[in-house]
Structures are given as structure tokens and as C-alpha cells.
């Protein structure tokens, strides 16, 4: 697909894209096959105006910062649109509303909020992901979820109108989010963080420690792997099952915590969906539970 896209895709936003590019560049367990064509944006108006001149056939993928998702050796058809790059405005705009773009990372965002009194919004911080990606699942840490603060996020569909939703018209649930339509993608959001007594400027960087000292942060993961289920922790389950340090290739289940599965260099998807697999049944074996992921799966099999 990639030479047909050349041919389908205008001029003049040629610049911002990158043909055949090696998606282990965007994702944070360094693995993944090439996209066909992988678009950076420089505004929303640029964006929609791309979607609006792509040819409908043409599949369309939004990819953050490359957490919480394992893309397959094969890659993916079609185009990538990253929102990094032009969509990461973050404004203050009333006394306790801000509004996020879709590219703004959940890091950033965690911390302007302290610097503006506004919260709880500290746990945006453990977050490892863009705004975009937090509302699409409702991603949450330290007993904080993304949707407890939404009032109402901005969409765009696939031929490039923008429209504003209210959060009530969405069905949220634990890492789940169901839109009232198909085919539209969150570009930003606005949230609701009552004004707070100034916390400790040290806080975020307390919780980052002790989930430094908990997590393997800095190691090649794709963050949590499996949803908890209910009444139980993921981890926990993992490692009665006695599958810390459980390897294929160089992907192998984390020896700090068992819910994540780390690259230690070398490791295809296919070692990494392959682990996931064998966890997933072993933990059912030998413990009755079946395990969801937590990370989703695209692409083509290599």
C-alpha cells in the first residue's frame, strides 16, 4: 500500500509525512512493523483538512506516545497519525477548567494543574501516555481515573469535522470507553479540577519514586499489561503462578512486577504476544482467572 498512498495523499502535506516508517520508533517497548505512511500534523486545521482529502479506503491509526499498545511485525496499513507534535496546547481557561489537547502528555498536564492549585489531577503523572490516548481508556494510577474529570471532549471523524461532546454521552468504565458513534477520535478534552489547597511542590516527585521503586520505569514496556480483575490484582496472580522471570526470546515477564512485561533488547512482537499467551493460560491453569489485557494489539502478524 505504501507507493499507492504516495499517489493518494496531496502535496502539500507531504512534508509531514514519513512513508514506510518503523513504528519501534514510536512505541514505548521498542517493537513494531513499519507503517505505510505515518502523519504528523501541525494544527488541527491541517489534520482535519488531511482526513477530509484522504480517500475513505484508507485505513487511519492514531498512535500517542506508543504505551499501553503492541504493534505486530507486520506493521500497519494505511496511515499513522500522531498528534504529538501539533496538538499539544494546554490552557487554563476558567477558574477550574482546563482544556488538553489530544497530544498533551499526561505528565505535563499533571503538573501545570499543581502549579495552578487545581486538582486531583496528581495522578496524571503515573500515566505513562498523551491526553488522547487517557481518554480513549479511561487510563487511571493511584486510584485515579481520566473520566472522574472529564466535562466534555473534542472529536474529529474520519472526513475531518470537529465536534464537541459532553462526557455524559460516552459509557465509561474500568479501562473501557464506549462512544455514542463509530469512526471518531478524541483530539482534545476539557476537565474539571476544583481548586485545591497548594500541595507539596514535592508530591508528584514523591509518587514518581515510589512508583520507581515498585515498577521497572526506565526498562522497554508497554506499561501494565492485563487488567485487574475484579476483587484481584493482575500482578498478584502472575506470580503465585510462578511466571516472574518467565521468557521468550528476550521479552520476559518483569522479576520487580509481574504485570509487566519487559524488552530487554531484542524482542519482536511476536515474543512479546507469545508471553502474553502463555501468562494468560497459566494464570487460568493454575489459578481459575481468565486475564484481560490491558494493552492493545494491532497490526499484521509479520
Not at 499543581?114 to 487517557?134: C, D, Q, R, T, Y
Not at 470537529?162 to 476537565?191: C, H, K, M, N
Request: aromatic share 8%; hydrophobic share 40%.
Amino acid at each position: 500500500m505504501t507507493a499507492a498512498l504516495r499517489d493518494l495523499i496531496p502535496e502539500r502535506f507531504v512534508a509531514n509525512v514519513r512513508f514506510n516508517e518503523p513504528l519501534s520508533r514510536h512505541t514505548s517497548w521498542h517493537v513494531g512493523g513499519p507503517a505505510d505512511a505515518y502523519f504528523t500534523p501541525q494544527s488541527v486545521d491541517e489534520l482535519g483538512q488531511f482526513l477530509a482529502e484522504l480517500p475513505r479506503r484508507v485505513p487511519v491509526h492514531w498512535l500517542g506516545l506508543g504505551s499501553n499498545v503492541l504493534i505486530r511485525d507486520g506493521g500497519l496499513r494505511g496511515v499513522v497519525v500522531s498528534l504529538l507534535s501539533g496538538l499539544s496546547h494546554l490552557e487554563w481557561q476558567t477558574d477550574t477548567v482546563v482544556h488538553a489537547d489530544g497530544g498533551v502528555l499526561c505528565a505535563v498536564l499533571a503538573r501545570q494543574c499543581v502549579k495552578w492549585n487545581l486538582g486531583p489531577a496528581e495522578f496524571f503523572a503515573g500515566i505513562p501516555g498523551s491526553v488522547g490516548g487517557a481518554l480513549a481508556m479511561n487510563a487511571g494510577a493511584w486510584g485515579g481515573e481520566t473520566w472522574s474529570q472529564v466535562i466534555e471532549v473534542d472529536v474529529m471523524n474520519r472526513a475531518g469535522a470537529r465536534q464537541t461532546r459532553l462526557a455524559s454521552a460516552y459509557q465509561v468504565g474500568y479501562r473501557r470507553v464506549t462512544p455514542p458513534v463509530a469512526d471518531e477520535w478524541f483530539i482534545g478534552a476539557r476537565f474539571k479540577f476544583p481548586e485545591q489547597p497548594r500541595p507539596s511542590p514535592g508530591t508528584i516527585d514523591e509518587l514518581l519514586t515510589r512508583r520507581r521503586e515498585t515498577q521497572p520505569i526506565g526498562s522497554w514496556s508497554g506499561g501494565s499489561t492485563f487488567t485487574n480483575p475484579k476483587n484481584h490484582f493482575a500482578a498478584e496472580l502472575i506470580e503465585r503462578s510462578g511466571l516472574k522471570g518467565c521468557r521468550k526470546g528476550d521479552a520476559v515477564v518483569s522479576e520487580k512486577h509481574a504485570n509487566f512485561i519487559l524488552n530487554e533488547g531484542h524482542a519482536t512482537a511476536a515474543d512479546i504476544e507469545f508471553l502474553m499467551s502463555h501468562v494468560t493460560a497459566e494464570v487460568e491453569r493454575l489459578q481459575g482467572i481468565h486475564l484481560v489485557p490491558e494493552v492493545r494489539i494491532l497490526g499484521e502478524v509479520a
